[in-house]
């Protein structure tokens, strides 16, 4: 999942998960893709939930945070791009389309979707902390992750999402240009795109976090 989701979802998810500082929630369940911009591989940020019940006991002060941290390790497990495809109407359509959607058009899809269902955007405040000092993220990098995100979360476009992603280095400059086109392509057919969004709408995304999250606090 790509940030705009992660950040949807960890909100659709926050009166069930009901942290004290929502703000604090909302940084944590995005704080794990610093990764990127900090040159960090994956697991060293996306963690066993194991681990993250041992910061809540280590660092009752940060709560919410780790609340929001283990939301989005969770959101991670889902394989938001395989519900897509098997959605209704997209599971009969893909054959007659003729070819696979590529990666770079699910990743647009699901991101859109989402922008679309919350398109006044989201308020994006966090600064530095322990949790992530332990796992070598410098303040410096918390900083330029917070500042760069909350331009994309308040104003939710694909353009802004391209342009915050290729900063953060979650892409590439030289793959920058295949995700605007596969967005260009998805608006030119209207058609299409309302079927996609259909269908990542069926995907149940959000139940299925719903579902994960009661299975690990149970």
């Known amino acids: ?11 659709r998810l926050q009166t069930i998960v009901q942290p004290a500082d929502p703000a604090e929630y ?18 060293t940020t996306h963690l066993p939930d194991e681990t993250l019940r041992a910061w809540l006991e280590a660092h009752p002060a940060w709560t919410s945070f780790i609340q929001g941290y283990r939301v989005h390790c969770l959101l991670d497990r889902i394989d938001a791009a395989e519900a897509l495809l098997n ?9 007659a389309w003729g070819r696979q959607l590529t990666p770079h058009q699910v990743t647009v899809v699901i991101e859109l979707y989402y922008q679309l269902r919350a398109p006044r955007g989201l308020e994006l405040r966090g600064a530095h902390n322990p949790i992530l000092e332990s796992l070598g993220v410098q303040a410096g990098q918390s900083e330029a992750f917070v500042s760069a995100l909350a331009v994309y ?3 939710p476009s694909f353009q802004n999402a391209a ?14 240009e295949k995700y605007l ?8 057919n209207p058609l299409r795109l309302a ?8 995907a149940r995304l959000e139940q299925s976090a719903l579902a994960q999250w009661r299975e690990l606090t149970r």
Do not use: C
């Not at 999942?1 to 909100?11: D, G, I, P, R, S």
């Not at 794990?32 to 697991?43: G, K, N, S, V």
């Not at 959605?87 to 054959?95: E, H, K, Q, S």
């Not at 342009?163 to 920058?176: M, Q, S, Y």
């Open 1 to 11: 999942m790509n940030l705009y989701t992660h950040a949807f979802l960890a909100k």
């Open 181 to 188: 086109k596969a967005y260009r392509g998805l608006r030119r």
């Open 153 to 155: 979360l308040r104003q």
């Open 26 to 43: 909302l940084w944590g369940a995005l704080a794990p893709d610093i990764r990127y911009l900090a040159a960090m591989r994956r697991e």
């Open 87 to 95: 959605a209704f109407p997209m599971r009969w359509l893909r054959g």
């Open 195 to 202: 079927v996609l969004a259909g269908s990542a709408h069926n």
């Open 163 to 176: 342009k915050t992603f290729a900063l953060l280095g979650i892409i590439e400059d030289t793959r920058l």
